[in-house]
């Protein structure tokens, strides 16, 4: 693990920005944001991007759009957005929504309806190779997208064109908006089916930084794309909405955002 990067201490003020965010808009999706917030982190600290926005560059696709606060936080730290739009996250008229946009700079796809992002990237990762153009295509799912047709039919795709510079991960918090993803449609072993479908497969704990770190830069077995399975707790980070649904809709009341802060405060 690169020593320049504390990716903790990345994580944590990411944690309290987000919180902060949220909690001054009143809107929801706290405990996903908190879920994918580390392997965020070790993301937009690897990924070939700058402020330029150079063409040939790595491309980053987050699926489980309704985490754009946390995306919008990134953009901000590498300078791709300015800082200070932060204060206009959901209010009225602001481009800076709950869900993701490209009509955001640095949000390369929208993000949000379940199953589209894999296809996105896809796309992405099938152009590079025809331009021969450098670069991974990194694409962050939702656990609940592992329901969706065209996720599978986009593995299959991505497989039969060989796309080794496509990297997909899977922020597997076991919840999805309904309730138990195993729950709503249990598809069995993710390990099996991806393996199956021709893609090279990790699991690991996606709260491991030096694991998700090694995972996202680790040489891909030429011709494959690579899936990453990220095991993560939903609410990670604040004990009390560790593993709790109902913080996939629920806005922090005053007393709750200050229990949490002082929370993460603690943990810094």
């Known amino acids: 693990m690169d020593n320049l990067i504390n990716y903790k201490e990345v994580a ?5 920005a987000v919180l902060r965010l949220i909690y001054r808009a009143q809107t929801s999706h706290i405990g996903s944001n908190f879920s994918c917030i580390d392997i965020l982190t070790v993301i937009y600290s690897i990924a070939n991007i700058d402020k330029d926005l150079k063409e040939d560059r790595d491309r980053i696709v987050v699926s489980k759009g309704w985490v754009a606060a946390s995306m919008y936080y990134f953009l901000a730290k590498k ?3 300015p800082k200070e739009d932060l204060e206009t996250y959901c209010k ?6 709950g869900l993701a946009e490209p009509n955001v700079r640095g949000i390369e796809a929208a993000g949000g309806s379940m199953g589209f992002g894999l296809p996105f990237g896809v796309g ?3 152009a590079k190779n025809l331009k021969r153009e450098k670069g991974k295509v990194f694409v962050l799912m939702s656990d609940g997208e592992m ?3 065209s996720t599978w039919e986009s593995a299959l795709i991505s497989a039969h064109h060989k796309l080794d510079n496509l990297v997909v991960i899977v922020d597997f918090n076991g ?3 309904m309730g138990r993803v195993e729950d709503i449609l249990n598809i069995g072993p993710l390990k099996d089916k991806w393996e199956a479908l ?3 497969v990790q ?6 930084f030096e694991e998700i770190e090694r995972s996202l830069t680790a040489p891909i077995e030429e011709g494959k794309p690579r899936v990453i399975i990220a095991r993560t707790i939903k609410g990670k980070g604040v004990s009390f909405m560790e593993g709790d649904n109902i913080w996939h809709y629920k806005a922090p009341s005053e007393e709750e955002y200050q229990k949490a802060l002082k929370e993460l405060e603690s943990n810094g």
């Open 12 to 16: 944590l003020e990411a944690r309290k």
């Open 198 to 200: 021709g893609w090279e």
């Open 147 to 149: 329901d969706c047709g």
């Open 92 to 97: 009225d008229g602001s481009k800076y929504i």
């Open 124 to 126: 992405f990762a099938f």
């Open 203 to 208: 699991e690991i704990d996606g709260h491991n």
């Open 175 to 177: 919840l999805q908006a």
């Open 79 to 81: 300078g791709i957005i």
